[in-house]
Each structure stands twice: as structure tokens, then as C-alpha cells.
């Protein structure tokens, strides 16, 4: 018989990522950090603005998404 609280918490699940899905995965989360810094309302005293047209922003939404098919692919094999 033991003395003390039973450690009832079963181990969470895990999985290891291959390192070029972590890389790929890693940099989608910057491109997106940036993406949405672009996207944030600015002052109209600014006068450092960025335009970004709705043809460059879907360019960018089409890279990420292939970029983030390409780890999903990458996970898969493994």
C-alpha cells in the first residue's frame, strides 16, 4: 500500500514531427504573424503605409496553404 496522493493523469498523447514539417509548419506561423501585422488598422497620420492588393493577399493565402499541404504530406509519409 502507498502513502500519499495517486498520480491518477493518464500520459498525454504525443507525436514527433518530421523537422522539415516543424520548419515548414514554423514558417507559416511567421508568414501568418506578418499577414496579420499588414492586416492591423492603421492612423491616417501614418504615413509608413503598406498596401497590399486583394491579388497579392490571395497570393499569399494560395503560398500558405501550399505550403501547409506540403507538411501535412511530409507527416503523412512518416
Known sequence: MRNGPRN?????????LPLDAY??????????RLLS????????????RIVVTTDAL?????????ALDEAL???ERQ
Open 8 to 16: 491518477t493523469t493518464a500520459p498525454m498523447p504525443s507525436y514527433v
Open 73 to 75: 504530406e511530409r507527416i
Open 23 to 32: 520548419l515548414a509548419l514554423t514558417n507559416t506561423r511567421d508568414h501568418l
Open 58 to 66: 490571395a497570393q499569399c493565402f494560395d503560398r500558405l496553404a501550399g
Open 37 to 48: 501585422e499588414l492586416a492591423e488598422p492603421r492612423n491616417d497620420d501614418d504615413r509608413d
